[in-house]
């Protein structure tokens, strides 16, 4: 920029015809001292000479370079730093390559809605996956589902004999009962029982009797065939039930207690 500023003072010194216009109103203002007579002529006053020589070399400052916002071109600032340093309540849009709508053009009503709907039909469906996938994982799984029941064949029992299964994580009794089993645990006083309970609400068949195996007093595993009537003895702390699972003798509080179970046939049992 010095150096421009520089080539242009040289080109002032000529004094090219196209700067005498300039010139002229120049020395215009440069009066003589002693009534024009042109003998001696001094410049009426230094001050003025300055500004009107700034005013003339004007064009060849910086300024030039960089154009001003008085003489109508167009700023070098960035648009934001223009805006903000010229603040106006006058918003133009650029409308050169898109087509701007009022709002609630009538044109575009039914796209609106279209959008819209299709919004909340997504949301809709997300919730009720999320819900879906909720109510799921607290179901049981595949595996627990399989334990959930089991089928026992029937048919290789031998009367008067007991048969121990596992359902659930638990041992469960299997005991194909005698005519004579099933009349003693007929002929046994219900009031006198600690847990009164008659031998026909504890058994679909009177010759099969299935509970589960495990004490109700601390949750031990009886043996079968043992005891002082005939049932279950539990060696821990010598509970002993009868042959209808009733406790009869001991610390256990409760008779064992019966599965859900059914018979799907003459020889099928499903537990569960």
């Not at 002693?34 to 005013?55: K, V």
């Not at 700023?75 to 903000?84: K, N, Y």
């Not at 109510?135 to 089928?151: F, G, N, P, R, T």
């Not at 299935?210 to 031990?220: A, D, E, K, R, S």
Request: hydrophobic share 35%; with cysteine; charged share 20%.
């Amino acid at each position: 920029m010095l150096r421009v500023a520089g080539r242009r003072l040289s080109s002032l010194s000529r004094w090219s015809p196209s700067s005498a216009p300039a010139s002229s109103a120049l020395l215009s203002r440069i009066q003589p001292s002693n009534g024009g007579d042109g003998s001696s002529r001094s410049i009426s006053s230094p001050h003025l000479f300055n500004s009107e020589f700034r005013d003339l070399i004007r064009g060849f400052s910086s300024e030039s370079l960089a154009p001003s916002h008085d003489l109508g071109m167009i700023s070098d600032l960035p648009p934001t730093v223009a805006a903000l340093k010229n603040p106006t309540s006058k918003i133009v849009y650029d409308e050169h390559n898109h087509e701007r709508f009022p709002p609630g053009d009538p044109s575009k009503r039914a796209f609106a809605y279209f959008v819209l709907t299709g919004g909340r039909f997504i949301y809709a469906s997300l919730i009720r996956l999320l819900v879906l996938k909720f109510v799921l994982s607290m179901s049981a799984s595949k595996d627990v589902l399989a334990l959930a029941s089991i089928e026992v064949d029937l048919s290789s029992i031998e009367p008067g004999s007991t048969v121990t299964v596992k359902w659930r994580g638990k041992p469960v009794f299997i005991r194909r009962r005698t005519e004579d089993d099933i009349k003693l645990a007929n002929s046994v006083d219900v009031g006198s029982l600690r847990d009164p309970q008659e031998d026909a609400v504890r058994v679909k068949d009177p010759e099969w009797l299935i509970v589960i195996g495990v004490c109700t007093h601390l949750g031990c595993i009886p043996l079968p065939n043992a005891g002082d009537f005939g049932g279950w003895f539990c060696p821990c702390h010598g509970s002993h039930y009868d042959v209808s699972g009733r406790i009869r003798k001991g610390p256990a509080p409760y008779n064992l207690e019966v599965p859900t179970y059914s018979f799907l046939e003459e020889n099928k049992l499903m537990i569960g």
